[in-house]
């Protein structure tokens, strides 16, 4: 199984960035997909995640209403549409798959190799 993350980079305060995350080597989508973050010094938190079907999200209370998980199955493939940004949304972003739906970084069994993304003020 591979995930592959890319999109991020450098964007100043309050742009946008796309991450896209490309899967392999599993059945997309019966797969439940997350994103997750990791800031230097800082414990690897939830972002966001979506069902298999793609009819179910949650966000985290920190992006809620600026950041927007999306996934197309005919492609396998996972988004994550960033918007608004600030210099605290700056991390490692990692994408993760799991079978079941949760919030909790060890409810997802396989994981990317992270993008980073860096937002300048």
């Known amino acids: 199984v591979q995930l592959q993350a890319s999109g991020g980079g450098l964007v100043q305060v309050g742009g946008s960035l796309r991450l896209s995350c490309a899967a392999s080597?599993?059945?997309?989508?019966?797969?439940?997909m997350g994103w997750f973050r990791q800031a230097p010094g800082k414990e690897r938190e939830f972002v966001t995640t979506i069902n298999w079907s793609g009819t179910t999200t949650n966000y985290a209370d920190s992006v809620k209403g600026r950041f927007t998980i999306s996934r197309d199955n005919a492609k396998n493939t996972v988004y994550l549409q960033m918007d608004s940004l600030k210099p605290e949304d700056t991390a490692v972003y990692y994408c993760?798959?799991?079978?079941?739906?949760?919030?909790?970084?060890?409810?997802?069994?396989?994981w990317g190799q992270g993008t980073q993304v860096t937002v300048s003020s």
């Open positions: 993760a798959a799991t079978r079941s739906y949760g919030v909790r970084s060890d409810s997802y069994y396989y």
């Open positions: 080597g599993l059945t997309f989508s019966t797969y439940t």
